[in-house]
């Protein structure tokens, strides 16, 4: 199941709408995409984030076509490159620049697509055939050829190699347990499409959550979700996320963090701009009104952008930040006046066709009947229709009140809105062909400047959409920087030892719904190799506490509520959160470098998975003691529960003792238990690399109320519990307090090594006096001979009959066995 797992990690990363599948993939992988993948109608799977999966043949996957899609694409890779590639011809390496080879040749192409991808990868270049085969197949279904429009929506800006391997490796299940990402769905979101915008998805209390909504930007939320989804193992890049959040949170650059997120909030995704843009240019004839957000979002982009570039600048310390120094760097729509000479002057006509009108209807009052006077309103002009007469509607007869009556002039009725009939007549038509073409020469023109400006823009696109994906990463690191202020976060300190010291440490989300937290410390070393140990002399040289002192496992124990899954959690998130470079819920924390955090805590069982409970427990076991490194951390809560108490007590131990005697391969270890024969017996040894603690509580036993006998100190101390208290907890929350004693009896005969079997067939006085009351009834009721009622009864009588004798049984009258007659 290990190729699932990732399969299920990648999906997540990519969050893709269209999944591609070869027909002789294995049946595993088929029906696991199947269970994500959308219904024909459009129904969510039950993974995250649906999409639609398509299978293609074997060969739409080789290597061959794949290379010959990917050269065959026109992607613009500008700059001079250099790189070794082998000739063909004799073997021979060379350095050669890109520049000198030609263009056209197929050699040519290669070095320059090899330049952004690896095309010794077959498994990588033949995906990527499948992809771009599936996209010209959908073009072909939606579009006529040559249609500019498929250009545009299926245009290929750059190919690129996607790599996990410098992140830290989280799969769906860790993400799930330690909340950082969890979605929460609208209860009426089965009958939404598919589509992002009507999903009826919203982020619920989450670790991200917790930031998602800080992010002024679209860019900005979706680069903040990248980061979550890829905890970063370059110490260089999470030292510098961490100066620019230090930067921002210093107390003077409150007013200009403000300042930033208020321009941020203004500022669109270029991306979707860019691609509007193209589609007007490429369409000419497309109403100009259509593209006012894309010119009006432009606009706004240059203009805040260059003020967010003016309060980057003056932010003390600001030239150190890297993404402060790259962001340094990088109605209708209307054309203004004194932009064309021409377009000017018809629009100086156009403005002054107002007093124009004024004077034409005064004239044309004066030709008109003296009694039709008062029946033209006014003259006015309506695009594609051009000047027209204004004449008043009679509303009794529903005509109009003057229709050119008294002139020599045809009057040709147009229409009839608002209260007036609008008539074309000699007049209006000679204006027309005066002054009519005015306001379409001005749109006109206004078309082809904005069509001009798109195109010089578009030259800058790369630029512009660089320029945008920069101030995503800017405002993703403002909504992490203010997150940390926010909840009072501090800062880590990442290194290379292979160790986790947290002081003060707290759960983010649980410390937001109690009244108050209690924050735990935790120290944790994992296996060592020849680099740790020159580490570890230039520590001991410095004085500095050595890491030796602190165990790889640590096991809990301890009542059910005291907060071991909680403290586990928040060990974990306090490690995830400082790969990804933020500032982590702790008093102060010293963390290496964690390659992985794999988890057994939550069940994600499902009616579509043919696996019990326990099976699925099993499995993200196996999976994390085949891929556990010594860097990695690994939880394990509650392992063992859904199968036979001495089964799971055997497997917890073993797992617990696998991990311990790894040597210098053994991972850093949280496991939670509640197999207290696994200590009893000494089935699992204290030892250097084995600690043991749990989570304090007060007990008093003498409390009036059950509430208070059990005291949750939510305390971490070490050595491990006496108890779970699990009948204290049954009855705190409602269990009826006869099963609670029966419980703790039970309980006390389990730690006494008594047979259960012998200890509960014993009876009480009570019972045994019932059982020989019974066997005397039952005895009396065999001796009886119970004949026929006498003739002198009647059918209907008989059952006294009967009932006096089965009295006379229940009472003890009945001795000799004989019958009396009853008459």
């Not at 967010?308 to 150190?320: F, G, N, Q, T, W």
């Not at 002081?503 to 070393?525: K, M, T, W, Y």
């Not at 108890?723 to 307090?737: L, P, Q, V, Y």
């Not at 259960?756 to 039952?778: G, H, N, R, Y």
Request: aromatic residues 6%; contains cysteine; hydrophobic residues 40%.
């Amino acid at each position: 199941m290990a190729g699932v797992e990732l399969v299920e990690t990648l999906l997540l990363h990519a969050n893709p709408t269209t999944v591609l599948i070869a027909s002789r993939a294995p049946d595993s992988l088929a029906d696991y995409l199947e269970r994500g993948a959308q219904g024909v109608d459009g129904n969510r799977g039950d993974l995250p984030g649906a999409y639609l999966l398509r299978t293609l043949g074997s060969a739409d996957f080789g290597y061959k076509s794949g290379r010959d899609k990917l050269l065959g694409l026109n992607i613009d890779t500008s700059g001079e490159q250099r790189m070794l590639f082998t000739s063909a011809a004799d073997d021979q390496m060379d350095w050669v620049d890109g520049s000198n080879v030609g263009e056209g040749s197929k050699q040519g192409r290669l070095m320059k697509l090899g330049a952004s991808i690896n095309l010794d990868s077959h498994i990588t270049i033949g995906c990527a055939g499948a992809v771009l085969g599936d996209i010209q197949r959908r073009r072909t279904a939606q579009y006529l050829p040559n249609d500019p429009d498929a250009q545009v929506a299926f245009r290929i800006r750059s190919v690129e190699m996607f790599s996990l391997f410098n992140s830290m490796f989280v799969n769906a299940d860790t993400l799930m347990a330690l909340q950082i990402l969890q979605s929460e769905f609208h209860p009426n979101s089965h009958q939404h499409g598919p589509a992002n915008s009507t999903s009826g998805a919203k982020e619920s209390l989450s670790v991200y959550g917790l930031f998602h909504h800080l992010a002024c930007t679209p860019q900005g939320r979706l680069k903040l979700r990248q980061i979550f989804l890829r905890p970063s193992l370059d110490l260089d890049l999470i030292e510098e996320r961490q100066k620019t959040i230090s930067l921002f949170l210093q107390p003077g650059n409150a007013d200009a963090v403000s300042g930033l997120q208020k321009r941020l909030r203004k500022i669109k995704n270029m991306m979707a701009c860019v691609a509007l843009l193209r589609k007007g240019v490429d369409n000419p004839g497309r109403k100009v009104s259509a593209m006012n957000n894309v010119w009006a979002s432009l606009q706004l982009f240059a203009a805040h952008s260059l003020q967010l570039r003016d309060i980057l600048r003056v932010m003390p310390c600001a030239e150190k930040i890297s993404i402060i120094g790259r962001s340094a760097e990088r109605g209708r729509t209307a054309v203004k006046h004194g932009v064309d000479a021409n377009l000017d002057e018809l629009k100086r006509i156009y403005d002054g066709m107002e007093p124009f009108l004024t004077r034409v209807v005064k004239k044309l009052r004066e030709q008109v009947p003296e009694w039709a006077t008062g029946y033209v309103e006014n003259c006015t002009f309506i695009p594609q229709l051009g000047f027209l007469t204004v004449v008043s509607l009679n509303p009794g007869t529903g005509k109009s009140n003057y229709a050119g009556e008294g002139l020599q002039d045809v009057w040709e009725h147009m229409f009839v809105a608002e209260g007036a009939v609008y008539y074309k007549n000699r007049q209006m038509k000679e204006m027309d062909e005066q002054f009519g073409d005015a306001y379409c020469m001005i749109i006109d023109r206004e078309i082809e400047i904005i069509h001009e400006l798109g195109v010089k823009v578009l030259e800058r696109e790369e630029d512009m959409v660089a320029a945008s994906e920069i101030l995503g990463e800017l405002d993703s690191l403002l909504a992490l920087a203010v997150g940390s202020g926010l909840y009072n976060w501090a800062a880590p300190k990442m290194m290379d030892e292979n160790i986790i010291h947290i002081e003060g440490g707290r759960h983010p989300l649980q410390e937001l719904v109690v009244p108050s937290f209690i924050a735990n410390d935790c120290h944790l070393s994992g296996g060592t190799s020849d680099a740790d140990q020159n580490l570890r002399s230039e520590a001991e040289s410095s004085g500095a506490r050595d890491f030796r002192e602190y165990p790889s496992t640590l096991v809990l124990t301890g009542p059910n509520h005291s907060g071991k899954s909680v403290y586990i959690k928040q060990v974990a998130l306090v490690v995830y959160l400082a790969h990804i470079g933020c500032f982590v819920p702790a008093e102060r924390a010293r963390i290496g470098l964690t390659d992985r955090i794999l988890t057994r805590i939550a069940t994600r069982e499902s009616v579509s998975r043919n696996e019990s409970a326990f099976s699925i427990d099993l499995r993200q076991v196996a999976f994390a003691m085949n891929f556990a490194t010594r860097r990695s951390l690994v939880l394990v809560d509650e392992f063992g529960k859904g199968t036979n108490s001495s089964d799971g007590a055997g497997l917890v131990t073993a797992l617990l003792s696998h991990f311990s005697t790894l040597g210098p391969n053994r991972p850093k270890v949280l496991a939670v238990t509640h197999f207290h024969e696994i200590f009893e017996n000494n089935f699992l040894e204290e030892s250097r690399d084995v600690a043991f603690a749990h989570m304090d509580i007060h007990i008093d036993f003498d409390a009036p109320t059950k509430d208070d006998q059990v005291t949750y100190l939510f305390q971490l101390v070490s050595g491990r519990s006496i108890s779970s208290f699990g009948t204290r907890c049954a009855a705190m929350n409602g269990i009826d307090e006869a099963v609670v004693r029966r419980a703790e009896a039970i309980m006390l005969l389990l730690v006494q090594n008594e047979d259960l079997e012998v200890a509960c067939s014993k009876l009480s006085d009570t019972e045994t006096q019932m059982l020989e009351d019974a066997e005397a009834v039952a005895r009396a009721f065999l001796r009886e001979d119970i004949l026929a009622p006498p003739r002198e009864f009647s059918r209907s009588n008989s059952s006294s009959w009967f009932r006096s004798i089965l009295t006379r049984v229940l009472s003890g009258d009945s001795t000799d066995g004989t019958m009396t007659d009853m008459s």
